[in-house]
């Protein structure tokens, strides 16, 4: 069992930056690769990012490229997703997603690939 708690979520102005934080718990930390997705309102969940377990790979979608960098924090087992240049349709529900599994080559984008999720955390951008 892993347990995922989002925190740094809220409402902000576009073109400000927001930092959001997942800790986690009930496994080792370093052993799972780590994702955020998001879904707005009216929409379906989207990926968002993915870094592996030492944080050297990760991978973005094509809508936050260049404006969100995911990190992570083995240590206190904590994954950052460090957002900038906010615009109204990064508007969502954000939620950090854990995949146990190893073997994988390539880094999971699809939510049917994660295991564990957090309960999501609110980003509104206002125009």
């Known amino acids: 069992q892993v347990q995922l708690v989002e925190s740094g979520g809220g409402l902000v102005q576009a073109g400000d930056s927001l930092r959001l934080s997942c800790a986690a718990s009930g496994r080792t930390f370093s052993s799972i690769e780590m994702g955020w997705f998001r879904q707005g309102p009216g929409k379906e969940r989207e990926f968002v990012t993915a870094?592996?377990?030492?944080?050297?790979?990760?991978v973005y979608a094509d809508s936050v490229k260049g404006r969100f960098t995911i990190s992570r924090d083995n240590a206190k087992s904590t994954v950052y997703l460090q957002m900038n240049s906010l615009k109204p349709e990064d508007t969502a529900v954000y939620y950090c997603a854990a995949d146990v599994h190893l073997g994988s080559q390539t880094l999971p984008t699809k939510s049917s690939e994660y295991d564990y999720w957090g309960r999501g955390t609110q980003v509104t951008v206002s125009s």
């Open positions: 870094i592996s377990r030492g944080g050297a790979r990760s």
